[in-house]
């Protein structure tokens, strides 16, 4: 065997290297994806994932799925496709929620003061193992933009609910009712942030009652399901190797 | 190898970077300084706040204080800025050192946005609980959609005391009482903890085995069928089955635990009630305005005309929360902020008592560094030279009677 061929010289240290290969690439992954993602995600989504008071059962619902679908889609396409590995959308949406609490954490409640109670960022992960596993199972891109992209829109709600429930217990403050999290507004001042910014309970699915955050996710989900084949192919052409010819 | 390696590490050294300044990129603001940038004409056209009280200077955590006073809605507010149609009132301090407790125009809680009219004056209260030490500037405050924050005076409080010591117990209408402040983080930290493991486990499992290398060549290979095992694939359904599972059961659980629970609370409040202010007995009419660049002066020439029935002085000029006082006529005893306060900033020609039915020309000087320091001077730059602002009549029982004014200002340079 010559030095050209081969840098290992045994299985064992092939697998070694491969190994360091492997921690080096993870990290690099994860935090290369947290950059974008957060980025990505704090200006698309901002507002409605930064304060308990812009959750509510409309825009919070249809907007943080759908925006929370690309990384995921584009990195699952480059982590299946090439290496058939599928946790792409895990990953993802884990490096995001790592960076948000850090962000959380060190900004809004070590600098500025804000409780986490009220700053703490939504839930990804349960409609990104679906999303995974689906395409682990199915193999296929449309099969996992379907019915991935729906679960991913449909777990949303019902993911985060037992975080956001206590926040919705009605209160009487000084002759009208607020929940605790329209109090955890109006209480911890936002200087640059006046009340008529807040979107929420806006919009136009009034005939189905008071249930509407179902409504929203399905509607949510739907979108998913077109953002997820973009994405996906944002993905695709990203993770292509293309060779130039050489003179 | 090495080579390899160095690159990876530098990327990793990069991407840390990327990930450093992203997780920086966003702060909440924790400024509220930002009086004297805002632009001259907005300061003295939009909204006067006046007769404002801090009902304290030093308050410990946990203890109460209030900013009180009125605020004018300008009549002749400038096409420019958007029509206080939308306002919220809020309060200048930097981030949440106290919290708003509460809110009122008019009587009227304000916990969200309201509507203004133009011309009226309206009566405000802000109720603050200290909740963390320093020293803070505290402004009265006005949003307006699409206008911008309208600021007024701000004085200085000091919050004594510690932090961990800050409560904020609320009873709900479910008949709990709770502490806002730490409310439901056991609940969040576990949750989000529980499933960060769970994602931990799913990635653990697919990365026991060499991950990338070998992948890599087997794809390139064509060999993709050969990395995913059946064992893989039931593993992988029962994470799936196990997600469905626990965030249906939660979700029973949760609602099991409350029950009740209501939507977020929006909308804009109508109707405000301005006060009712007695009938105007003293009219002015501005003659001619001068802004002396040098003197950091300025000079009005104004006809005033007494139609009440008390003898009246004029005691004071206020535009952009500035204050200019004749100390003959009237003092401050309210403890208004000194930086705004020009106790001997106002010179009148003749101030002598201008009795009923009468009417006098005068000539009115409002000098005070103030118009350098807090920027007015700037007014000269604006795209429509006007001023304005309110000055105030003390009769002889003691009265004070405000009156508006709005007139072409013109700089004088030499
Ligand atoms: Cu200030």
Known sequence: MSASQSAVRSRAEAVKVSRTFDWLIMFTLFFVILGGYHVHFMLVAGDWDFWSDWKDRRLWVTVLPIMGITFPAAVQAVLWWRYRIPFGATISVMGLLFGEWVNRYFNFWGWTYFPINFVFPSQLIPGAIVLDVVL??????????????????????????????????????????????????????????????????KGTLRTF?????????????????????????????????????GS | MKLIKDGIAKLSFVALLVTV???????????????????????????????????????????????????????????????????????????????????????????????????????????LKARRPGDWHVHSMMNVKDGGPIIGPGKWVTITGSMSQFTNPITTLTGQTI?????????????????????????????????????????????????????????????????????????????????????????????????????????VKVDSATYRVPGRAMQMTLTVTNNGDSSVRLGEFMTASVRFLDPA???DDTGYPDDLLAEEGLTVSDNSPLAPGQTRTMEVTASDAAWEVYRLADLIYDPDSRFAGLLFFTDEAGNRQMVTIDAPLIPSFI
């Open chain 2, 329 to 331: 006529v009237h003092e």
């Open chain 1, 136 to 201: 682990l199972v199915s193999g296929s891109m449309q099969l996992t933009a379907v019915i991935g992209g729906l679960g991913f829109g449909l777990l949303f709600y019902p993911g985060n609910w037992p975080v956001m429930a206590p926040l919705h217990l009605p209160v009487e403050y000084n002759g009208m009712m607020m929940t605790l999290a329209d109090l955890s507004g109006y209480h911890y001042v936002r200087t640059g942030m006046p009340e008529y910014i807040r979107m929420v309970e």
């Open chain 2, 21 to 127: 300044t992203a997780a920086m990129f966003y702060a909440p603001t924790a400024s509220a300084h930002g009086e004297k940038s805002q632009a001259a004409f907005m300061r003295m056209r939009t909204i006067h706040w006046y007769d404002l009280n801090w009902s304290k200077d030093i308050v410990p955590v946990n203890d109460t204080m209030t900013v009180t006073g009125k605020f004018h809605v300008f009549a002749g507010w400038p096409e420019t800025v958007a029509k206080p149609e939308i306002s919220f009132l809020n309060i200048g301090i930097p981030g949440p050192v106290f919290i708003r407790a509460g809110s009122w125009i008019g009587g009227q809680l304000v916990p969200r946005s309201v509507t203004l009219e133009l011309g009226e004056t309206y009566e405000f209260k802000v109720l």
């Open chain 2, 179 to 283: 502490d806002l402040e730490n409310w439901n983080l056991g609940n969040i930290y576990f949750w989000h903890a529980f499933w960060y493991a769970f994602g931990i486990a799913y990635i653990a499992y697919w990365a026991r085995k060499p991950v990338f290398v070998p992948r890599l060549i087997a794809c390139e290979a064509g060999k993709h069928d050969t990395l995913i095992s059946a064992m893989d694939k039931k593993v992988g359904i029962g994470f799936m089955v196990a997600t469905l599972a626990i965030v249906a059961v939660t979700m029973e659980s949760t609602n099991a635990q409350y029950p009740i629970t209501t939507p977020l609370q929006a909308g804009l409040l109508r109707g405000m009630k301005p006060i009712e202010m007695p009938a105007r007995t003293v009219a």
């Open chain 1, 209 to 245: 009652g008071k249930d509407v955050a179902p409504v929203s996710a399905f509607f949510s989900g739907f979108v998913s399901i077109i953002v997820y084949f973009l994405w996906h192919f944002f993905g695709r052409w990203f993770g292509s190797t293309a060779f130039t010819k």
